[in-house]
């Protein structure tokens, strides 16, 4: 299987071989001393260095189901007739597919697959980047697309990546995507970065957003055994990160596999003052505080009055 896509997931493998995330884990270790594979958190990818960087066909098979969670989530946070920036990626995709729902919405990228998304939504302006495209990931990279960012201003941009921590923040394995993701950064007044918890943890070669430029990261349940997602969900949210969590246990919501104990992130933590590089109070449009509960999507009010009774 990951001959043919290139990665997998384990929780995947474990439905094909009809055995359970633990056994399957076990047998990825031993495949893995034995060079025919690389481990990453949640799945396993064709051997390659710290550098390597999966195309889109192998990045599509993994953590599919978290993806559609958070994109489910994190379009929640898009309003009628605002200005957004959206970066390239799987988890991103299924996020323009969600908003070709949302009117008078105008969404700049630099993904042809984040355009194609949204061609024929109505009432929704696509205005992509210029610059080399990137058949990899179906990205426009380069001077092109960096210039054609220049003195652009919207409310948030939506970003994904190779790998999220604590200490450096987002970061990717190409120099050129790294390059049009800082662009991005640069030109929104706060950042969300989408990440499933296979990427929590994982530092790769060229950091993007470093993490005092985060606004708020939408992100899944890590599942019970993954203590390293879970703590530097924790340390995230320590530096004044907002975590949402698609999936999490709460009436009304998808249901998903409880963090450990003593593990649990801040959900509801206040949004900090305007970042380094962003603009202050009545200069732009602001993301509303997660804090107030009428200014929550339903499923996260739902969550966070069951933190508040826990």
């Known amino acids: ?30 495949l893995e001393a034995e060079g025919l594979l690389d481990r990453r958190h949640g799945g396993a990818v064709l ?19 978290e993806k559609t969670a958070i994109a489910d989530l994190a379009a929640g946070l898009v309003e009628e007739g605002e ?11 299924e996020l323009a597919r969600r908003l070709a729902r949302v009117p008078g919405l105008t969404v700049v990228t630099n993904s042809l697959l984040v355009a194609q998304a949204l061609a024929h939504a109505n009432r929704v302006e696509v205005v992509m980047t210029g610059g080399t495209l990137r058949g990899s990931n179906y990205a426009l990279v380069g001077s092109g697309a960096e210039q054609s960012l220049q003195g652009l201003r919207v409310s948030r941009a939506f970003l994904s990546g190779s790998g999220l921590t604590a ?6 394995s190409n120099m050129l995507s790294a390059s049009v993701d800082r662009a991005l950064v640069q030109a929104a007044a706060e950042v969300v970065v989408l990440a499933d918890h296979t990427k929590l943890g994982t530092d ?17 349940e890590p599942p019970a055994h993954d203590d390293r997602a879970a703590t530097e969900l924790q ?15 709460a009436p009304g919501g998808a249901g998903g596999d409880p963090l450990p104990a003593g593990r649990q992130p801040r959900r509801d933590v ?19 505080s997660a804090t107030v509960m009428g200014d929550q999507p339903p499923a996260e009010r739902a969550r966070v009055a069951d933190l508040r009774r826990r």
Not at 83 to 93: F, K, L, N, P
């Open 1 to 30: 299987m990951v001959r043919a896509n290139g990665a997998v997931s384990l929780r995947e493998l474990a439905r094909v071989v009809q055995t359970s995330e633990v056994t399957v884990r076990r047998d990825v270790r031993a």
């Open 47 to 65: 051997p390659g260095g710290f550098t390597r960087e999966s195309g889109f066909p192998q990045k599509s098979h993994l953590a599919t189901a």
């Open 83 to 93: 200005a957004i920036v959206v970066g390239a990626g799987t988890t991103t995709q």
């Open 167 to 172: 200490e450096r923040g987002l970061s990717t």
């Open 204 to 220: 790769t070669m060229f950091q993007t957003v470093p993490t005092d430029l985060i606004t708020r990261l939408v992100t899944d």
């Open 235 to 249: 340390a995230l949210a320590d530096q004044g990160v907002q975590i949402a969590v698609a999936g999490a246990s």
């Open 270 to 288: 206040p949004l900090p003052g305007p970042r380094r590089g962003q603009v202050g109070p009545g200069s732009g449009p602001q993301l509303r």
